[in-house]
């Protein structure tokens, strides 16, 4: 690693965004999660593996509601530990997306939650995820994506390690599951719940520039401003400028993994 190079603020694991958003850390909260188990029709039993569960809140609906063999993954310790301490119960193991620690063909489906845009090799993990998916298991994704393509490079140059800095264009991100084996079966468009979330930030801090200054300082953050170690620096006014040419928007793809493309090696 750099030692010159900037930090990089990780604000999921801020209390700025939690205060919005609750233990969910996303838009809409459950509404994507319980729209995602009816349309795969998971059954009770059936063993699902949450990718990026940041402190548990969907392995804990997953397990309490629907009755599913759920396991939640994060490489934060920081968020696995809040969800231990608030339901010791759960499974929830620290591991990177990129290299699963689970054998393959063992898992009903996959879940991940405004949590590959976060991640450092979404061919990786795409890869990964294939490989512990049983055939014919489902790859529920639900996060943000770039509407604007010509906007992408613009979210990357962000000091910001969040689903925005990542966030694909629609054809990309489709061209990479299908390259990985995985059929498409539904994309529906949820930009509704990214901008009833900005609403909800403005509500809480005042404004969207002051959310982000705040991302800056450590304001607000609580126990949790450790979460920028350094000087951050994230200019409100780049930040916003960044999503408004990107067009950010937010999705949830449903796919499954096809047993017709599984492949050697």
Known sequence: MNKD?????????????????????????????????????????????????????????LVSLYELQAIGLDSSELLL????????????????????????ETMDGVFAECALSVMEDLDQVLKEIFRVLKPGGWFVMNDVYARNPDGFQGLQELKLDSCIRRALPK???????????????????????LTQLTVNLIMTHGSMSNFWLKTSSGSDAGSDASSCSGTCSVDPSLVQAALKRAKMGYFQLIT?????AVREG
């Not at 548990?56 to 609906?61: I, K, L, P, Q, S």
């Not at 530990?81 to 393959?104: V, W």
């Not at 990479?176 to 059929?183: A, C, M, R, V």
């Not at 499954?256 to 017709?260: G, I, N, P, V």
């Open 81 to 104: 530990e809040s969800g231990r301490r608030k339901n010791p119960g759960l499974n929830l193991i620290r591991g990177q997306g990129e290299d699963l620690p689970f054998p393959e």
């Open 256 to 260: 499954q993994k096809d047993a017709a």
């Open 171 to 193: 054809e990309a991100l489709i061209n990479k599951l299908n390259e990985q084996g995985f059929k498409i079966h539904a994309w529906t468009d949820h930009t509704n719940l």
């Open 5 to 61: 190079a900037a930090p990089v603020f990780k604000l999921y694991e801020s209390d700025l965004l939690r205060q919005s958003t609750g233990d969910t850390l996303r838009p809409g909260g459950f509404c994507l999660t319980d729209l995602g188990v009816k349309s795969c029709s998971f059954l009770p039993g059936a063993r699902v593996l949450d990718v990026g569960c940041g402190s548990g809140a969907t392995v804990e609906r």
